[in-house]
């Protein structure tokens, strides 16, 4: 197979796969919404609007059911949402409330065609757990980076990492903890009955194959095309807060890298 061919493969599966969630999505990934994670997103959020004057135009690609998207809507920005998979979007769309709608524009595509054709028009642009689904990250990430106009943001944001853990006792025990966090969370989907798609992703996460992003190529390529980083963290996601919370202040171990900087 030609890499043509793989790139489509890829989009299909992600547009396939996604077709199968719904709006119990974030339901389905308490990784990004429990305490632990949920205090960080705040934080980075906090972070961030700081840099953004009131007016500003933000664009979510990969926007999904709005994990980002509506929390940025909430804090009154005028926000642009685009994703693969219509059935993302129309999640969102039931989730806008109407005194918010004339801030909030919804678009179903692919990042790459998208931003091949749109430039230069927004402050801040968001890539939320979606550039370990595309075939080529490096170069939409670059191909972005290039187009926009300096004083652009961009955060990248929950994107998956490659463990290293070099100690055989905090291994064990990071090995421990992540089956526990495992065990609990398909007894809990269990029990509230939301069907689990996990063996369905295996093309659509398509960098997971490689043990996930190097967040030093995405420092990289922002550095090469004149960001300045303005926050680099790398932590542990886990599916329940209080396994989160071990794994960081205890374990110390990190799966998980988000990325803020500033085009100059
Ligand atoms: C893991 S979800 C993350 C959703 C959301 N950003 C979040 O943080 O919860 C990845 C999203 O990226 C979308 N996606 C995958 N490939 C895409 C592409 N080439 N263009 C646009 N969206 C894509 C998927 O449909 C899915 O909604």
Not at 93 to 106: G, K, M, Q, V, Y
Not at 148 to 161: A, M
Request: aromatic fraction near 10%; include cysteine; charge should be neutral.
């Amino acid at each position: 197979m030609g890499p043509t061919l793989d790139k489509e493969k890829i989009l299909e599966e992600n547009r396939r796969v996604h077709s199968l969630e719904n709006h119990l999505y974030l339901a389905r990934h308490p990784e990004q919404t429990n305490f632990f994670q949920n205090s960080l997103v705040e934080k980075t959020l906090d972070q961030v609007c700081a840099q953004l004057n009131p007016e500003a135009k933000v664009l979510d690609l990969g926007c999904g059911t709005g994990y980002l998207f509506l929390r940025f809507l909430k804090r009154g920005f005028n926000v642009t949402g685009l994703d693969i998979s219509n059935e993302m979007i129309e999640v969102i769309n039931n989730s806008i409330s109407e005194n918010e709608e004339h801030r909030a524009h919804l678009i179903v595509g692919d990042v790459e065609k998208y931003m091949d054709k749109n430039q230069d028009n927004f402050d801040l642009i968001i890539f939320s757990a979606v550039l370990h689904h595309l075939f080529d990250y490096e170069m939409v990430l670059r191909k972005t980076c290039k187009s926009i106009k300096p004083g652009t943001k961009v955060l990248i944001f929950f994107e998956p990492l490659k463990q290293e853990i070099n100690s055989t006792m905090r291994y064990a025990f990071h090995r421990t903890l992540s089956w526990l966090d495992e065990k609990s969370y398909r007894l809990e989907m269990g029990i509230r009955k939301i069907p689990l798609f996990e063996n369905e992703y295996h093309h659509s996460d398509y960098q997971r194959q490689f043990g996930g992003i190097n967040p030093k190529n995405v420092e990289k390529i922002l550095r090469e095309e004149s960001f300045s980083i303005l926050k680099l963290e790398k932590y542990c996601a886990r599916r329940f807060g209080i396994s989160a919370w071990l794994a960081n202040r205890v374990l110390q171990t990190q799966n998980t890298f988000n990325i803020f900087a500033i085009k100059t």
